[in-house]
């Protein structure tokens, strides 16, 4: 009688088990819950802010010993001859340029100072995200009208064991809004009405499939 009781527990275990693995089965195959994102996102007036590891090059006009390139430090800031301490992050090229003029115009008669950005990161805020099933997961700068098929170029496409057309784009310039996206058909079939626009700060999540 135990032998049976038992053969009877077992059997009610493998019935629950079956239906557990048939549930995350459906769900997997089940269409993203998200709406498609939006195919025109472009930020037709963004200007590039600086953030920690950029390297920027300084020129002050007529005085060579003070122009030269310093890299950002992870803190936000840069160290120049006459300049120790400067907040460089969140700043766009030409507005930092205009904080180091006053602050050399303690030292010599109307500064004329030139930022130009040579190595790109950006502030996290403004990064592209990509975890999950990507080749090469990562966070990478924006840069102006930037697509996902820019993106996932840069990523070196998807894994072989990606959900490509369940990946989930989060906006978190939307207060972190989420989109379904259908990477396989954009980079595994070359269907280009798949390819959508990006935005400073958007994340995309790329999750495995599960057969």
């Known amino acids: 009688m135990r032998s049976i009781a038992a053969g009877l527990v077992a059997l009610r275990w493998v019935r629950f088990l079956c239906a557990a693995a048939a549930a995350l089965v459906l769900a997997a195959c089940g269409s993203n819950q998200y709406p498609p994102a939006p195919v025109s996102a472009a930020t037709p007036q963004y200007r590039y802010l600086i953030g920690p590891l950029d390297t920027v090059n300084i020129i002050v006009w007529r005085n060579p010993e003070l122009s ?16 120790e301490d400067l907040v ?41 995200r990509i975890i999950g099933e990507a080749t090469r997961p990562q966070a990478i700068p924006y840069r102006q009208n930037m697509t996902l098929l820019d993106v996932m170029i840069q990523v070196g496409g998807l894994t072989d064991f990606a959900d490509g057309n369940n990946a989930v784009l989060v906006r978190g310039k939307e207060g972190g809004k989420q989109y379904s996206v259908r990477l396989k058909d954009l980079v595994k079939r070359g269907d280009i009405s798949a390819n959508v626009d990006v935005k400073p700060g958007d994340v995309l999540i790329i999750p495995q499939s599960w057969f």
Do not use: C
């Open 68 to 83: 030269l390139a310093v890299p950002v430090r992870p803190d936000g800031r840069i160290s120049t001859p006459l300049v």
């Open 88 to 128: 460089a992050l969140g700043r766009n090229p030409t507005d930092l340029a205009r904080d180091i003029e006053k602050a050399l115009a303690k030292y010599i008669r109307d500064p004329v100072v030139t930022v130009v950005v040579t190595a790109f990161q950006g502030p996290s805020s403004e990064q592209i």
